[in-house]
Every structure is written in C-alpha cells, then in structure tokens.
C-alpha cells in the first residue's frame, strides 16, 4: 500500500494496518528511525492490578524473604509454563 506525506507532515495509515493493529482515532505512537525507514508503533500497554491483585506480594512482619536463587527459580517456572 502507498500513501503519501502532506504539505504539514502528516501521514495517513491505511484502514487495514489500523484495524490490524488497533489504533484507533487519538493513538499515541512512538516514531524511530532505523537503517534509513521509519518505524510506528504504540507503546505497550500496562497492565494496572488493583491492590487485591497485589497484596500477596507485599511484605508482612515475621514472613520470610524469598532469595534471588527462589525468584529466578519462581519466574523460571513461571515461563515454562506460560510458553511451554
């Protein structure tokens, strides 16, 4: 597909590539340059938790705390089981 730059800058991204992507109308977007192209993409979204979510991840008095050897193991775990 082509579309062309306007005498102000702007640019106009085929319906497709938006329907595909999910940008709709107010989209921010994030412009870098490389190897001589431009690249658009949108920022990742965030995940908000709410604090229920949460609160079992937050420290408490008399609990013990996990090593590193325990967290990489945990998210180690974790992976393997998201991505087989």
Known sequence: M???VSSKGQ???PKAY???L???AG???EVCEEAG???LQAPAKKKKYSIREVAGILHRPGMKASTLEEMDEAIGKAIKEKWG
């Open 11 to 13: 640019v106009v991204i």
């Open 27 to 29: 989209t921010e977007l």
């Open 18 to 20: 938006r329907q595909k």
């Open 2 to 4: 082509k579309t062309k």
């Open 37 to 39: 192209q431009l690249v």
């Open 22 to 24: 999910g940008w709709e």
